[in-house]
């Protein structure tokens, strides 16, 4: 497999893990000290800010 196949499979699989919303799995895509728009939020905060923009408002 070349490298930018393999980049591809992980980048599939990592949206794959968000579409499923299989939360547990999020570590092995995202960094512990991942940041988002430059804000430190850590895997814990990328978990909470990825399952509150999937609630569903009526």
Sequence with gaps: MTHEANIE????????????RDWDRLGQFVHEKVQHNGRPLGLAGYRAMLEKDCEYTY
Excluded: S
């Excluded at 499979?9 to 499923?20: G, S, T, W």
């Design 9 to 20: 499979a992980i980048y599939h699989d990592y949206i794959d893990c968000l579409n499923r």
